[in-house]
């Protein structure tokens, strides 16, 4: 009998394995950090830090084939940083460039546009970093994480429009 359901087990072996290399994550850090200064966010995004890191692990873990999209995305950035002279230019492509948002991803560049960039702008914006737009709560997203001693990422009874 084929069991269609099966769990999966965490190999221990495994569990000191570097999940994603140091260089790796800072070329995507950075290329969250530019979604903001793309879309002219002023507010200070270092608190999403730990946050980020979070996802990037949590996305891994549900489909390891992201590690592999994060480190190609990682390469085309680098590419893109020497075709366009400066890293402001090159996010600037990556963000607008109409060709590479056509689905389905068939090249690096529409990957790391649609499976990395668009993503991460989604996660910005799950994480509040587009409060300065007025975004309390986005619809369909939870408005980030409930953190002790900040504003909650909800609307409160008392802020409830009648």
Do not use: C
């Amino acid at each position: 009998m084929l069991t269609v359901y099966q769990t999966k087990a965490q190999d221990p072996v495994n569990a000191n394995e570097v999940v994603l290399e140091a260089r790796t994550f800072e070329a995507m850090w950075r290329l969250f950090q530019a979604i903001g200064r793309f879309w002219g966010n002023t507010e200070d995004i270092e608190a999403y830090q730990s946050r980020f890191h979070g996802f990037l692990l949590n996305r891994i873990a549900l489909n390891p084939l992201y590690k592999d999209y994060y480190t190609s995305a990682q390469a085309v950035i680098a590419d893109l940083i020497v075709a366009h002279g400066g890293e402001d230019p090159a996010y600037r492509f990556l963000f607008t460039n109409g060709n590479a948002n056509q689905p389905p991803p068939e090249t690096p560049l529409q990957s790391a546009r649609q499976r990395v960039s668009n993503e991460f702008i989604s996660i910005y914006l799950a994480l509040g970093g587009f409060k300065t737009f007025g975004a309390i709560n986005y619809p369909g997203y939870f408005g980030g994480a409930n953190v002790p001693g900040s504003k909650p990422p909800y609307r409160t009874p008392d802020e409830h429009e009648s």
